[in-house]
């Protein structure tokens, strides 16, 4: 689905631009946040991509049993 694929690359936008933040930070405790944050979206756009995996690999139940 184009959707969840937008999704994936929506989220993996979001953790370039947490690890752009990571290299600006002024502190550790924010470059550490931005990092986590960068690892979660990243782990969610993996995550979307599985589930479409999974969906595409599942059986299509057409209606067509016993024809």
Known sequence: ELRTMTNASEYRQYARECMESAAKAS?????????????????????????ERTAMAAPLDVGLAGA
Do not use: C, S, Y
């Open 27 to 51: 502190t550790e405790v924010e470059r550490r946040t931005f990092l986590d944050m960068a690892r979660t979206w990243e782990n969610a756009a993996l995550a979307i991509e599985e589930q």
